[in-house]
């Protein structure tokens, strides 16, 4: 039991480092807030939103297998490879393939005119709530941009034997 307990321990730690060291990551973290908070300005089904959380957990598990892909890639390899090079960029479209899914399934959900000039009126007549979404966006910058070690590691991990 202990076992696999650890197993959630660091499967935590790995969301943790995706969420430190990778930046696309953090922007999948913001998208899927802001898609969330504003899906409820839409008549979205229960199916619908699983949809969403399906497109989200898609895209973000991409985004950690890509990294471990490029991590597992480097430690084997430290000169260039094109064989490296052919794993890297398998992973990287994998990624690409799962974020242009996620947009076309955002243009069908969300592609409602009326729903988003609903939106737009909300927030015209709601400066508080105008005020916070403008706040929000320098704030969601800052964690994109500017936090993490996008990709540089501070320590030197080893392998447990």
């Known amino acids: ?22 930046r696309n990551f953090r922007f999948h973290i913001v998208a899927a807030i802001y898609v969330t908070a504003f899906s409820f300005f839409f008549d979205l089904s229960k199916a619908e939103y699983v ?23 480097d430690l084997a390899s430290k000169e260039y490879s094109k064989t490296a090079k052919a794993a ?24 409602d005119i009326d729903a988003i000039k609903g939106i737009i009126a909300y927030y015209a007549g709601n400066i508080p709530q105008l005020i916070g979404l403008i706040v929000s966006f320098p704030i969601a910058y800052i964690f994109v941009f500017k936090t993490g070690t996008n ?7 080893e392998l447990k034997k």
């Open 151 to 157: 990709g540089k590691r501070k320590e030197k991990y």
């Open 88 to 111: 890297k960029d398998a992973a990287a479209g994998a990624v690409l393939v799962t974020a242009v899914f996620a947009v076309v399934t955002a243009i069908i959900l969300f592609g």
């Open 51 to 73: 949809l969403l959380v399906l497109t989200f957990s898609s895209v973000m598990a991409s985004e950690m297998i890509n990294t471990a892909i490029e991590h597992a890639v």
């Open 1 to 22: 039991m202990k076992d696999f307990l650890k197993a959630f321990v660091y499967a935590g730690e790995g969301i943790a480092e995706a969420v430190r060291s990778q």
